[in-house]
């Protein structure tokens, strides 16, 4: 898939990621992109359409779609990369919490991969989902949120082997990035939250993505590290029983130090 001249649409572009990404796809000629999200976008390029929707909602996500078409002919490239992730002990019932991160980080990217299949019959078209680290390895702390990145992971697996058009459902697995994600999400707590290791920079994983698309790759890791590391649990999962159990020690730590 080329991006020369294609009609993007990337989610969760405010920050993190997303801004990172929205930086290195306007160095591309041609390029006509939607930038989603939830908050108010800053932008510097007149490649670059502002839209703002909360993709947990299906009308909202139509809406978005809507909107894409008056602005273009056809829609080439959807990067869904919003989402958002509690760090915490489950405890009580809660459905609405449950509800809602399933709502952003699984039925959305998912009712958008679905909508760009039904939009591009017969002609090539790339969606990306940013998945995370955690969909291979649990962390403790981060249940829900890697729950919701592992039924992406398994959604891909299966539908590979079920593709049949002419386009590509891509992956990519960032480990921890160094963005407010885990320091001014409204759905972490603030209170010194430790980040996984090791950690790398949102302009890394833009890198990732950009030569995920142009190749063509359905699996993206943008940590060689993370790479070493999948390769040796696949042989060895006990080796990733110490790293488990370190941050279960750590969440019991932050849990002791809120009381």
């Known amino acids: 898939m080329q991006i020369i001249n294609k009609n993007i649409i990337v989610t969760g572009a405010a920050s993190g990621i997303g801004k990172a990404l929205l930086n290195q796809l306007i160095s591309f000629d041609g390029v006509n992109i939607i930038a989603v999200d939830l908050h108010q976008i800053e932008v510097s390029s007149d490649k670059i359409t502002t839209f703002i929707c909360d993709l947990s909602q299906q009308t909202e996500i139509d809406r978005l779609f809507d909107f894409a078409l008056t602005q273009f002919k056809t829609i080439d490239i959807f990067i869904a990369n919003a989402g958002f992730g509690y760090y915490e002990e489950v405890s009580k019932p809660d459905w609405q919490r449950i509800e809602s991160i399933f ?3 699984v039925f959305s990217p998912i009712y958008s991969f679905q909508k760009m299949k039904e939009l591009n019959v017969g002609r090539e078209y790339f969606v990306m989902i940013t998945s995370s680290a955690m969909a291979k390895l649990a962390i403790p702390g981060y249940a829900l949120y890697g729950a919701t990145k592992a039924a992406l992971d398994r959604f891909e697996d299966a539908y590979r082997f079920e593709n049949q058009d002419l386009g590509r459902l891509s992956l990519i697995y960032p480990i921890a990035t160094k963005t407010n994600f885990f320091k ?10 430790p980040i996984p290791f090791p950690a790398q920079m949102p302009k890394d994983v833009a890198n990732a993505m950009i030569k995920g698309i142009l190749e063509n790759k359905t699996h993206i890791f943008p940590s060689k590290l993370f790479q070493i590391g999948r390769f040796l649990q696949k042989l060895f999962e006990i080796i990733v029983l110490p790293y488990q159990y370190f941050y279960g020690k750590k969440l019991k730590k932050w849990l002791n130090a809120k009381k």
Do not use: A
């Open 184 to 193: 001014s999400s409204t759905h972490f707590s603030n209170f010194n939250i």
């Open 103 to 105: 709502q952003v980080n």
